[in-house]
């Protein structure tokens, strides 16, 4: 955690204050904010369609994501970080909830981005990831005897109490246009 510099303006002096901020509370004073920081999962540059109502298995804000014109167009394409932050699950979790290849990264703050389906997980738990790093790769795993195409399926979520705390998806400071919208990469 940064510190945060106060800087007063006196006649002609320039006076500048470090001041030490308790970590905890600077990562929550703005919850709100922290979820500005992301960016569309994808490499710089891809065109992506998002759709949150095309699934029985959305409960709110999650989105299915995919480029390609046919079912499995997309399989093995690169995703990456949404923000920095740490990998807390990087494992299959079919049989659990139907996620298959499932990477989940902590951003701090309460907040968690959530990559679904994947073919590939590139990360392993306790990995420090940058934003734009890659993760994996566009799958098509899930619990055992479901048949779905490739797409990676995205969450973003605060605290705890699923599934009242997906949020909506925010990239690059604007709220994703529920329930499709198209989206070009920025995570650069």
Request: aromatic share 8%; glycine share 12%; with cysteine.
């Amino acid at each position: 955690m940064r510190a945060l510099m106060a800087t007063t303006i006196v006649g002609a002096s320039l006076l500048v204050s470090l001041t030490p901020v308790n970590a905890a509370t600077a990562s929550t004073a703005d919850p709100a904010s922290r979820s500005t920081n992301f960016q569309f999962p994808f490499p710089c540059g891809q065109s992506w369609t998002g759709n949150s109502s095309n699934s029985s298995a959305h409960r709110s804000y999650e989105l299915d994501l995919n480029r390609g014109s046919s079912p499995d167009a997309d399989l093995g394409d690169t995703v990456v970080a949404a923000a920095a932050g740490t990998v807390v699950i990087s494992s299959h979790q079919g049989s659990v909830n139907g996620y298959g290849n499932l990477v989940k990264i902590d951003h701090g703050g309460g907040w968690a981005t959530y990559y679904a389906h994947l073919n590939v997980r590139s990360v392993s738990v306790g990995q420090a990831v940058a934003q734009g790093q890659r993760i994996g790769t566009v799958g098509k795993t899930s619990r055992p005897g479901n048949n779905i195409s490739a797409h990676l399926h995205y969450e973003v979520r605060q605290g705890e109490g699923y599934p009242g705390n997906i949020r909506k998806a925010v990239f690059n400071g604007v709220t994703f246009g529920y329930p499709t919208q198209t989206l070009t990469s920025k995570n650069c």
